[in-house]
């Protein structure tokens, strides 16, 4: 029996799912034909394109309801949609009675707004006929709106109508809300707030986004105020006003002046050149056949500048490119805009304003995609501007303009630096000109890809500290291993010695400068001053000869290293640590930014660094230790790192070519009948270096060894308690004096003297 009455129930169950398919499946059935039926009434209501059927279905519906017929088509859709699995039967009875007294009234006003075609008698055939060829036309509510509109006009006239159709109008609405007419005004009120409280924001943001297109600030290159129009419609002539710099107005101007008053603009000092450089120092010593007058280069050994360029283009171009940022930032939901443009000879800078909450690293993420909407070839950002609450976006130009060092050396921030070690890089991203001051580096690297502006970088940095001090204020030390780059400046007097070309006596002139620190030191000590400055101030006073300062110029670093890793670096560590107070300054350069050859000690002892293009982020972390020199663009471009700063500053380097160079060169040397330099220096000094590096410990183990009959570095480690790698060098010193014989592999060295010689050598040399 259990057995029986489960089977039934499972039947009955399956039947009950059969049925309610089956009742699903009609459901839908239905509702298809209700909105079909619905979108064919909308269609011959608004087209002619259903056909013999939509012509009819028109003729009757506007007929009977006139135009307010186009409403039907709708309620059609909307029952049919909730048809599907029978949801009219949740929608209650007095939603669709209000609903329908709702469309009634509806007709009802709009008859009665268009009295003219109701027609004063209604019930006769004429009046109906006309009222449903009216209602076909378009004119008036068919049949049915105006029956019931008459019968209302009939009871109550037609003012009357109105006050009993908004008392339904209200009626409907509280049935169909379910609320009260304290609670509909409420919430009618709330949502009226609501609402006029969301277009106020919208219009505000509308309004800060205009403020902010009519704010954008455009310095081209640095230069004089310009006012043009807004950013957003270049085209027109509006009232708001965006400054310009024009950077090309006032080098035109400059030239101009140039022409008669070169020689007013650079003040030409006049020195002797004497023949000994510091007391007690014989190296520095010149020898001149005359002490004549030197003057400075004039600025018209050096090019001039020519650079035309259209300014109206150039601002209809950074506006467009602003706008197009602007646009690629909010389509990946970045809320921020551009408040300031500035132009400089290779790059321009867009400074972004975001809004509040949004992340920088958002920003800085979209490197790649704004560089594919500005169709740039690379682009840089700075995140965040050092002293400003913005974004800096930096995108080449589409032109570059080259920065000449007259440009530069004619600027009143060269001409009014006092200090002697001023040189020039360029100009920044605003078009202002960069100088800076050798002796507050005070020592610096510059590294760069192979072509990136390195080697002009030196030459330009040498020929600016020519055109501002004499011989005796500043000599230089320069290493060249490219043999080619600075042998133009061998034969003027600011040289110590010729241009040192070979990398093997490198580290000899290296070893010459660390020796020339500590003798000034020591000259210090004797004067009982600290630095150079006072020693000069006092050698004044005391109506005795100045000490120069000396600028020391590595131009491949990576040769030397691969020549005498150990001794070039201990060299430019002992500089860099303690050259600073003895005036003298050290330049390293190099084409190969690898760790191998900028070791860490050379990075901790170097604080100011200049980047140039590089191959990866790797070689920039080498240099600067961040990023960025990656994306630079080559051609002088570079990133300047001085000691202090909170981030590096991109700088358009300046051009100086061979020929000004060899000009200013020339000019120096005109003045000079005759100059040799100690050429023997670096002989002489390695010779000593040599005669120095004598171990101590030597006489000893030469004693212990003769004494012993033996000759072995684990011995001397033993007896003298020191390290293998000194214990060999002096296995080996004893081999090139003839006292032990050669190394035979395994076999142990014969010692070649005997006591009785090593006794009869003491007594001789005794």
């Known amino acids: 029996m259990r057995n029986m009455a489960k089977r039934n129930k499972r039947q009955n169950k ?3 799912k059969k049925q309610s398919k089956n009742r699903t499946k009609n459901y839908e059935i239905i509702s298809l034909f209700i909105i079909s039926f619905g979108i064919l009434s909308l269609l011959s209501l608004h087209t002619n394109s259903v056909g013999k059927f939509g012509i009819l279905l028109k003729s009757i519906f506007m007929g009977l309801l006139g135009k307010t017929s186009y409403v039907i088509p709708y309620i059609i859709i909307f029952y049919g949609i909730f048809s599907f699995n029978n949801e009219l039967k949740k929608i209650k009875l007095k939603f669709v009675i209000s609903s329908l007294t709702l469309f009634t009234c509806l007709i009802i006003i709009y008859t009665l707004i268009n009295n003219k075609y109701l027609p004063d008698k209604i019930f006769n055939q004429t009046s109906f006929r006309t009222v449903y060829y009216l209602g076909q036309e378009g004119l008036g509510s068919g049949i049915l709106g105006s029956f019931i509109t008459y019968f209302f006009k009939y009871l109550f006239g037609i003012k009357g109508s109105y006050v009993v159709v908004a008392t339904l109008v209200i009626i409907s609405i509280m049935i169909s809300t379910n609320l009260s007419i304290a609670e509909f005004f409420n919430f009618f009120t709330s949502s009226l707030k609501k609402l006029l409280k969301f277009i106020g924001q919208k219009l505000n943001d509308v309004k800060k986004e205009k403020e902010k297109k009519t704010k954008i600030t455009i310095s081209i290159n640095g230069g004089s105020e310009k006012t043009i129009i ?14 310009i710099l024009d950077y090309t107005t006032i080098n035109s101007d400059k030239q101009d002046l140039n022409k008669n008053e070169d020689k007013k603009n650079i003040e030409v000092k006049a020195t002797k050149i004497s023949n000994s450089a510091g007391n007690n120092n014989e190296n520095l010593k010149i020898n001149t056949n005359d002490e004549s007058e030197y003057k400075l280069p004039d600025i018209s050994l050096l090019n001039n500048n020519k650079n035309n360029s259209s300014e109206k283009d150039e601002e209809e171009i950074l506006a467009k490119k602003a706008d197009i940022l602007e646009e690629t930032l909010n389509n990946f939901g970045v809320d921020a805009g551009v408040n300031h443009i500035s132009k400089g000879p290779t790059i321009t800078r867009f400074e972004i304003q975001p809004s509040p909450g949004v992340k920088v690293s958002k920003i800085v993420n979209l490197a790649d995609d704004i560089a ?11 995140a965040p501007i050092p002293g400003k609450s ?11 303009t080259i920065v000449t060092l007259r440009e530069v050396i004619e600027s009143d921030v060269y001409i009014n630096s006092k200090s002697s070690l001023t040189f020039v890089l360029g100009k920044d991203i605003s078009g202002s000109p960069i100088v800076a001051d050798l002796a507050k580096m005070p020592h610096m690297l510059i590294a760069g890809a192979t072509g990136s502006g390195k080697s002009v970088c030196v030459n330009t940095l040498i020929t600016s500290i020519l055109f501002k001090s004499s011989p005796d204020e500043v000599k ?5 291993p490219k043999v080619v780059e600075l042998s133009n400046y061998n034969g003027i007097p600011h040289l110590l010695m010729p241009v040192v070309t070979d990398p093997k006596k490198a580290s000899t002139a290296l070893n010459w400068a660390v020796q020339e620190m500590t003798n000034r030191y020591k000259l210090f000590a004797e004067n009982n001053v600290r630095d150079l400055d006072s ?5 004044i006073q005391l109506n005795k000869e100045k000490l120069p300062k000396i600028v020391v110029i590595i131009d491949e670093l990576a040769d030397l290293m691969m020549v005498a890793p150990n001794q070039v670096e201990d060299a430019i560590c002992r500089l860099a640590q303690m050259a600073r107070a003895a005036g003298i300054h050290l330049i390293v350069a190099t084409q190969r930014p690898s760790v191998d050859v900028i070791t860490g000690v050379i990075k901790a002892n170097i604080p100011s660094r200049i980047a140039f293009a590089v191959s990866s982020q790797a070689d920039s972390r080498t240099i600067l230790d961040m990023g960025g020199a990656e994306r630079l663009l080559g051609k002088g471009d570079m990133l300047f790192y001085p000691v202090g700063s909170a981030k590096p ?5 300046a051009f100086v070519s061979d020929e000004e160079v060899q000009r200013v060169v020339d000019f120096i040397k005109s003045q000079v009948s005759d100059i ?5 220096i670096l002989d002489n000094f390695e010779e000593i270096s040599k005669s120095e590096e004598v171990d101590e410990l030597l006489p000893e183990a030469i004693e212990l060894v003769v004494n012993s009959q033996q000759a072995s570095i684990s011995m001397l480690q033993r007896k003298f308690r020191i390290g293998y790698n000194r214990a060999a060098r002096i296995i080996d010193e004893m081999e090139k004096r003839g006292i032990v014989s050669e190394s035979q592999g395994s076999k142990p060295r014969n010692v070649l003297i005997s006591k009785e010689e090593f006794e009869e050598f003491k007594s001789k040399t005794s």
């Open 14 to 16: 399956k039947q009950s």
């Open 230 to 243: 807004d950013n957003s419609a270049l085209s027109k002539e509006v009232d708001e006003k965006i400054k």
């Open 372 to 382: 594919l909407s500005l169709a740039a070839q690379n682009i840089r950002i700075e």
């Open 390 to 400: 913005a974004v800096g976006i930096e995108v080449p130009n589409d032109v570059s």
């Open 476 to 480: 230089f030390l320069l290493i060249d």
């Open 535 to 539: 020693y000069n101030n006092k050698m």
């Open 649 to 653: 500053k991109r700088v358009q380097g």
């Open 676 to 680: 040799t330099y100690e050429d023997d």
